[in-house]
């Protein structure tokens, strides 16, 4: 069936499969990019992450950020002074490379130009003064804590360190500093969770007027920590039943306080920046592990750290690359879209010169009869909690297959050949 789909509103040059990455020519940035670094260190291992990452050692970061600087003045070799709408840092755990931070800044500001919002994410075991202070003096004006939950019950099973009363602290501290806008990520579906939890939890965070709150299912990947030891074959979705109840609560309860959702996941109040990790049509991804896409093809960097700063000193560390056609590209900007629970039907025009209800008439069709919509004008469509829950669940069914697939593979190679999706 995924197959069938898919091929139905793909090209038929669209192989869905990644090749061992040899072509420089494609992979030039259109207008509007935003630039990803991915900070592979932690000093703890959460055993249902699925991100690359390694243990914080202070002479391996030294080698990695030097291999960032080199990676970075090789896209200026390749592209000159290119402009990025949004910097954004995740790992792992960036506040880690607090100190290296200026350093790589400084460069990015030399070689790009970066135009708009500042983003980076930790952990609230690496939150105190000092770092949020540092963090604003270098510019950064959004910020993200993977707060998870304020249940000591629910921190233990998926294997934080830390407690309710670190988390706690953490949101205090973020706020003294005075950031744009602080996200919280919260986690649903945990093994015995409860309503109850899941309540205390936004309340908590509602209480410490925290103005974009995310909040995720546990899914379980078969190459995480956990996934290994269950020896998974595919991926653990949470009870769908169980998972729709608790969704549908996040919804209600966060929209009776004030919030309205910015996509599938995240809910915000105040109007503040949006800070997201993923809705850019187009970006580039630098360090171990970054994904880039610039309409024409998707392509990563090799997931090895040792592989990808011995890679630098003499070519950019791609290891794979999927060419796009353009239907694809349509296809992927309307995945998005749907994500972030308006279709911008405007946007759309201006970006590929057609008619969306022409392109996608059939599809738009579907969700207003499924009753998927809220609201419809001229310009959006915006989707009601019954179609974000909908479009998550099939979002996940696609989107999780295809990440454990380039996932399972690169984490054992560090070069592959092929990866067929």
Not at 11 to 27: E, L, P, Q, V, W
Not at 241 to 265: A, D, P
Not at 399 to 412: C, F, G, T
Request: glycine share 6%; charged share 20%.
């Amino acid at each position: 069936m995924l197959r069938l789909i898919r091929n139905i509103l793909s090209d038929k040059s669209d192989d869905f499969t990644y090749h061992r990455f040899n072509r420089i020519n494609n992979i030039g940035l259109k207008p509007g990019s935003g630039l990803y670094i991915h900070i592979p260190f932690c000093k703890n291992s959460c055993p249902y992450c699925p991100y690359i990452k390694t243990f914080y050692n202070k002479d391996l970061a030294r080698e990695y950020k030097n291999a960032l600087l080199k990676e970075i003045s090789l896209y200026y070799d390749y592209f000159g002074k290119k402009n990025f709408t949004s910097l954004y840092f995740g790992g792992g755990t960036p506040t880690l490379m607090i100190n290296e931070m200026s350093e790589i800044l400084e460069h990015l500001h030399k070689y790009f130009n970066i135009e708009g919002d500042i983003a980076l994410e930790t952990s609230p075991d690496e939150i105190n003064k000092e770092v949020l202070t540092k963090l604003k003096h270098l510019g950064f004006n959004l910020i993200s804590i993977g707060i998870q939950s304020f249940n000591n019950s629910c921190l233990k099973k998926i294997g934080r360190n830390y407690d309710m009363n670190t988390a706690v602290k953490a949101l205090g501290e973020v706020n003294s500093v005075g950031f744009d806008s602080v996200n919280i990520d919260l986690i649903f579906a945990i093994e015995n969770q409860t309503i109850e939890d899941i309540r205390n939890d936004l309340s908590v965070a509602i209480s410490h007027n925290i103005n974009q709150i995310t909040c995720y299912p546990l899914f379980t990947f078969p190459f995480s920590e956990i996934g290994k030891i269950k020896q998974l074959k595919k991926i653990k979705l949470p009870n769908h039943l169980q998972r729709r109840k608790m969704y549908y609560f996040i919804n209600k309860f966060l929209y009776e306080n004030g919030y309205s959702r910015t996509n599938v996941w995240s809910f915000i109040k105040n109007h503040k920046n949006n800070y997201s990790s993923v809705t850019r049509d187009y970006y580039l991804g630098l360090g171990a592990s970054s994904g880039s896409y610039n309409g024409e093809i998707f392509y990563f960097n090799t997931f090895y750290v040792s592989e990808y700063i011995k890679s630098v000193n003499s070519r950019l560390p791609v290891s794979i690359a999927m060419n796009v056609s353009k239907k694809l590209e349509k296809n992927f900007w309307l995945y998005w879209q749907l994500y972030i629970t308006i279709i911008n039907k405007k946007s759309y025009k201006e970006m590929f010169r057609s008619d969306i209800k022409k392109d996608f008439g059939f599809i738009l069709k579907l969700i207003k009869i499924m009753g998927f919509i809220e609201y419809e004008d001229e310009n959006i469509i915006k989707l009601n909690t019954k179609g974000s829950h909908w479009i998550h669940l099939i979002q996940n069914y696609y989107a999780l297959e295809y990440v454990n697939k380039i996932w399972s593979v690169s984490k054992n190679n560090p070069w592959p050949d092929r990866i067929k999706l």
